[in-house]
């Protein structure tokens, strides 16, 4: 089932969320500025603060009360121009659960409730890449920030066109 998060899921959303970060980003193990910064961001208080924020929507899929994976709004944020639509800031799936088209099925349900114009970014090393170009994704820049000393390059993609 897919829905709007609520204050009770905050914990499961923030354990959740350093799982996925940490399997995704901690290639080479668990570093401690990785276990910093994953440990200070994702807490129960930050998913709770956006759940009140009007610039965020989120949703989660869940089963037998399980969360399985979530796709999180950012309706204020734009790549260029407001014409590229919002920034899906994350799409996050528990590894348990991918191939299962948990993330279609996220994307699916934002595209209907919120408009089919998004965009997104993604580290060029994550295996994510694969999935939004299958999906018909466009490449349309390139985003890149410092983490820990390290320039980090990401993708940008902008979602297929309706």
């Known amino acids: 089932m ?3 998060a609520c204050k009770d899921d905050c914990l499961q ?3 959740l969320s350093i799982k996925v970060w940490l399997e995704t980003y901690a290639v080479e ?7 910093q910064y994953t440990l200070a961001t994702f807490t129960e208080s930050y998913f709770s ?4 924020s009007s610039n ?4 989660v899929v869940e089963k037998d009360q399980v969360i399985q994976g979530y796709a999180l709004l950012n ?3 734009f790549y260029q121009s407001a014409i590229n639509g919002f920034e899906l800031e994350k799409l996050y799936i528990d590894t348990r659960f991918k ?11 934002l595209e209907h409730e919120f408009g089919k114009a998004y965009w997104l970014y993604t580290w060029v090393k994550n295996e994510s890449n694969g999935f939004y170009q299958y999906l018909g994704f466009r490449e ?6 410092e983490f820990a000393g390290t320039q980090i390059e990401n993708n940008v993609y902008l979602s297929p066109a309706p």
């Open 140 to 145: 349309i820049g390139q985003h890149t920030f």
């Open 13 to 15: 959303l923030a354990a």
């Open 56 to 59: 965020y929507n989120l949703l």
């Open 75 to 77: 309706m204020k944020s």
């Open 29 to 35: 193990g668990i570093k401690r500025e990785y276990a």
């Open 49 to 52: 603060t956006l759940l009140d």
């Open 99 to 109: 191939g299962q088209g948990l993330g279609k099925q996220l994307l699916n349900a």
């Open 2 to 4: 897919i829905r709007h």
